[in-house]
């Protein structure tokens, strides 16, 4: 996959324009596109189906469904942040357990 080079600011004082940042963004995401839904679908796509068969009250499943949602985003958010420092954008497993240890420092530091 091809990565975008961002926008420095080092060689001016002056702050990127916002339709330079939105066409960044854009240029990313369309260089990016399938393996970002694939980060997405792989948790989307159960959570989906769950939800429509158990319907909104179901007080058993909500629970997990919202904590796997929660790891989703971890994932897609490690992903993306992989990509903003001119890294590749890593494949679906590697997002999903690297991302989650994120969260797991994240957790013991807050707690310990």
Do not use: H
Not at 29 to 36: A, E, K, P, T, V
Not at 44 to 62: A, E, H, K, M, R
Not at 68 to 83: F, K, P, S, T
């Amino acid at each position: 996959m091809k990565r975008t080079k961002f926008s420095s600011t080092a060689k001016s004082n002056r702050l990127p324009s916002s339709w330079r940042l939105f066409m960044d963004a854009l240029r990313t995401y369309l260089d990016n596109w399938w393996g970002i839904w694939k980060i997405i679908l792989v948790v989307y796509v159960p959570v989906g189906i769950i939800s429509l068969i158990t319907g909104p009250n179901d007080t058993v499943l909500s629970p997990f469904l919202g904590f796997a949602q929660i790891i989703m985003n971890i994932a897609l958010i490690y992903a993306v942040a992989q990509l903003f420092e001119n890294r590749p954008l890593p494949n679906t497993p590697t997002a999903y357990y690297d991302g989650s240890g994120v969260i797991v420092r994240y957790l013991l530091v807050l707690f310990l």
